[in-house]
């Protein structure tokens, strides 16, 4: 079945850029939307954004200016760039298909500090 | 952006009781078109990612049982766990996916 499998650093000083990929296997990145969802610890969840399977692009307006989504469809992966991260970027970013999320990445925690 | 709130914060539900969770959009979340809320229930147990209970506000996903069940349209949605399992302990949140940003609730901490 499709899975997804988020990868990247664990940890990010102040100031630099948060890289992640999203793997996707089973299955066809070329269908469906595609999302970053993230979520600081003990609290609750936040959409950053989503690459849709036309190509359009979606950022929420609150991280817009910093962040970047991408696909590769030759590797069946979509990324997320996270520029200029601060403490308030600590938290667990997930990957997750459609609109109505139904099938997430375990999650992966991006803790930042120096 | 589409403010979702959810109430109570929290609940505490005897094990076989119904537990209810309600969610309120800032505005309509239904399409016209076809007559459906982009309105979504995830469960999340501790560390593990969300799991979809519910979309297009009352249609459930395949596996999930069938003592879960969502109603509303519009701008006021509820979960209703009809009876209360020991493994439905989690927290639960409501999401939006009719315009972006897509927003979710703050979350609902359901209790034995």
């Known amino acids: 079945q499709v899975q997804l499998q988020e990868s990247g650093p664990g940890l990010v000083k102040p100031s630099e850029t948060l890289s992640l990929t999203c793997t996707v296997s089973?299955?066809?990145?070329?269908?469906?939307?595609w999302s970053w969802v993230r979520q600081p610890p003990g609290k609750g969840l936040e959409w950053i954004g989503y690459?849709?399977?036309?190509?359009?692009?979606k950022y929420n307006p609150s991280l817009k200016s910093r962040v970047t989504i991408s696909v590769d469809m030759s590797k069946n992966q979509f990324s997320l760039k996270l520029s200029a991260m601060t403490a308030a970027d600590t938290a667990v970013y997930y990957c997750?298909?459609?609109?109505?999320?139904?099938?997430w990445g375990r999650g992966t925690l991006v803790t930042v500090s120096s | 952006d589409i403010v979702m709130t959810q109430s109570p914060d929290s609940l505490s539900v005897s094990l076989g009781e119904r537990a209810t969770i309600n969610c309120k959009s800032s505005?309509?979340?239904?399409?016209?078109?076809?007559?459906?809320?982009?309105l979504a229930w995830y469960q999340q147990k501790p560390g593990q990612p969300p799991k979809v209970l519910i979309y297009?506000?009352?249609t459930r996903e395949s596996g999930v049982p069938d003592r879960f069940s969502g109603s509303g349209s519009g701008t006021d949605f509820t979960l209703t766990i009809s009876s209360l399992q020991a493994e439905d302990v989690a927290v639960y949140y409501c999401?939006?996916?009719?315009?972006?940003?897509?927003?979710f609730g703050q979350g609902t901490k359901v209790e034995i």
């Open positions: 997750a298909r459609r609109g109505y999320l139904d099938l």
């Open positions: 089973g299955g066809s990145i070329s269908s469906y939307y």
């Open positions: 690459i849709s399977d036309s190509g359009s692009i």
């Open positions: 505005q309509s979340v239904l399409y016209n078109s076809n007559n459906k809320n982009s």
């Open positions: 297009w506000a009352s």
């Open positions: 999401q939006q996916y009719y315009s972006d940003p897509w927003t």
